[in-house]
């Protein structure tokens, strides 16, 4: 069965720091693809990316950053220069068919200024 | 577009109340399912449907009920409830079968059983 790890529980980090969240899955399939969703206080599903199993470039998109590495089994995600309004709860998902989602519990991002 | 919808956002039940949280999208996917969210537990899948009349069993399905009777409507029953369901509630609906699409989620359900 699919397993998705994020070890991370809560992270606290200063504006303007960089910040990494780690994301660790398991998976019997060759094909697959791996999400990150954001969760703001307000409660909604936000997604952020998508990257299938045959894809290890790396990707760039602003400050965000994704780290796919099929050696390690992990999808890592940077937040180049973290501002407040990245606080929220982010999560690593893994689908393997008819897309449904296997999540990991989450890891919370608190910004301060 | 409405994207999903969910209603009602809060409800609180008393223990062995029944009742249905309605999911609906206006997007024509064919794939729906529902979720739950506890603290500390990620989401967990209760049900799934990949097209009208065609259910099945997620990660969580013991106390859930699911009917599929239209491509619009995915409805989730609890039929007795228990404080094991006290959750927040999300539907996400899909427009492919194929693992790389993305997930449109509703705004959620949050449930008390009391």
């Known amino acids: 069965a699919q397993k998705v790890t994020q070890a991370q529980t809560e992270i606290s980090v200063v504006e303007k720091e960089d910040v990494t969240l780690d994301c660790v899955y398991e998976t019997r399939d060759t094909t697959y693809y791996l999400f990150w969703y954001k969760q703001p206080p307000s409660g909604e599903l936000v997604f952020l990316i998508r990257?299938?199993?045959?894809?290890?470039q790396n990707e760039i998109s602003g400050r965000y950053s994704w780290n796919f590495q099929k050696s390690t089994s992990s999808f890592n995600f940077t937040i180049t220069a973290s501002q407040v309004v990245d606080s929220a709860v982010y999560f690593c998902?893994?689908?393997?068919?008819?897309?449904?989602?296997?999540f990991g519990k989450g890891t919370m991002l608190l910004v301060s200024p | 577009n409405a994207g999903v919808t969910q209603t009602p956002k809060f409800q609180v039940l008393k223990t062995g109340q029944s009742m249905t949280l309605q999911c609906a999208q206006d997007m024509n996917h064919e794939y729906m399912s529902w979720y739950r969210q506890d603290p500390g537990m990620g989401l967990r899948l209760i049900h799934y449907s990949v097209g009208a009349g065609i259910t099945d069993q997620g990660e969580v399905p013991n106390g859930y009920n699911v009917s599929r009777s239209t491509t619009e409507d995915f409805p989730l029953r609890l039929l007795s409830a228990a404080p094991s369901q006290t959750s927040v509630y999300f539907c996400?609906?899909?427009?492919?079968?194929?693992?790389?699409?993305?997930?449109?989620f509703g705004q959620g359900t949050r449930l008390t059983v009391v």
């Open positions: 990257r299938n199993s045959f894809d290890e």
């Open positions: 996400a609906s899909s427009y492919s079968e194929q693992s790389n699409t993305e997930a449109f």
């Open positions: 998902a893994l689908s393997e068919g008819y897309s449904t989602l296997t």
